[in-house]
């Protein structure tokens, strides 16, 4: 009797605490984790979220770089840190919805390494070529690359980037012969399209609106869902006639799974708040990307079906990294 009495006087105490626990966080330094180098859009969106949450809490959130893998050593960090909301994520799809179908073996399970607070932002993807190129629309180029098959290069941000997963996509649904060109990033990347060294590239609108609007290269179409705010007169990859054909960089916030549901919620509030203030929409419009502030339920859905996206992608194109 004195042990159930005992028993049930702990489980009070604990259900007890965990709002108590919850209302009082943070008590000291947040960290974010960004699993990519620093400048890139990634490092840009984690370090607006850690100044969103510092206004909101008055305390430190500091941002930490921990490249490499495609991702996967800054995401396993946090895969493994403590679930108490003081080490947190954000990151592009690599690592939380596209490695676990690239890589052999993973340092962690993406399906189940994490608890989903929301996603950011997103940028669609957009088809780029250089001007010199004879092709002015989607339809153009079919033409042209069906007709002239290897002789038409495309470059990407890496072997197994969602920029090559998307060529990918797009090669095997035409089934189009074509020349990869992997860069280590769209920086390089980019440069060599500029110089005309490369024809095509699917980059992030935010790494390629600037040398769009300076006509230094030329957009056919845009892989979201719908038109970019950016570039209205440019059609998506679905009006230029290929259904379902999507891809978009998103950068989604996480933290390591078990971390208390409270917790998640409060910093989901915070963040979608955050991304519906004028100032901060019109900050991401220059660099060519759209807040979201979705809610845990909401991105928990989203990334499922990013998962079985690329997992058929990558399956049907037999895209491997070695």
């Known amino acids: 009797m004195m042990l159930r009495r005992l028993a049930g006087s702990l489980a009070l105490l604990l259900a007890l605490s965990t709002p108590a626990a919850a209302a009082d966080y943070p008590t000291r330094t947040v960290r974010i984790i960004c699993p990519f180098p620093a400048g890139g859009t990634a490092d840009i969106l984690a370090r607006l979220v850690a100044q969103q949450l510092q206004e909101a809490w008055t305390h430190p959130v500091v941002v930490e770089n921990r490249a490499g893998a495609a991702g996967n ?3 396993d960090m ?3 840190a403590e679930p108490d909301g003081y080490t947190l994520l954000v990151s592009p799809p690599p690592p939380l919805a596209v490695n676990m179908s690239l890589y052999r073996a993973m340092p962690f399970d993406a399906r189940t390494a994490f608890s989903y607070i929301g996603i950011v932002a997103q940028s669609p993807s957009v088809f780029a070529v250089n001007p010199k190129t004879p092709y002015k629309s989607v339809a153009e180029f079919l033409a042209y690359a069906t007709a002239n098959p290897g002789k038409v290069n495309y470059a990407t941000q890496g072997n197994g980037t969602t920029s090559h997963l998307t060529a990918a996509m797009l090669a095997t649904q035409r089934d189009l012969q074509m020349t990869h060109i992997p860069y280590r990033g769209s920086a390089p990347a980019l440069t060599d399209l500029l110089a005309g060294q490369v024809d095509i590239m699917f980059d992030n609108l935010g790494s390629s609106l ?3 609007k300076a ?3 030329r957009a056919l179409a845009v892989a979201g869902p719908n038109r970019a705010e950016g570039l209205p007169e440019v059609p998506t990859m679905i009006e230029s006639g290929f259904p379902g054909f999507v891809s978009v960089a998103w950068f989604g916030a996480v933290a390591p799974a078990r971390t208390p549901n409270d917790i998640v919620n409060l910093i989901s509030g915070h ?3 955050a991304l519906r203030k ?4 019109e900050r991401l419009a220059g660099i ?5 502030g979705s809610t845990p339920a909401e991105m928990t859905r989203f990334v499922q079906e990013e998962m079985a996206r690329w997992a ?3 399956q049907s194109a037999n895209v491997k990294v070695d």
Do not use: F, N, T, W
């Open 73 to 75: 050593v800054g995401a």
């Open 78 to 80: 946090v895969a493994k």
């Open 210 to 212: 600037g040398h769009i």
């Open 215 to 217: 006509g230094s290269l």
């Open 271 to 273: 963040l979608q708040r």
């Open 278 to 281: 004028p100032e901060i929409k």
């Open 288 to 292: 060519g990307v759209d807040p979201v």
């Open 312 to 314: 058929s992608v990558i």
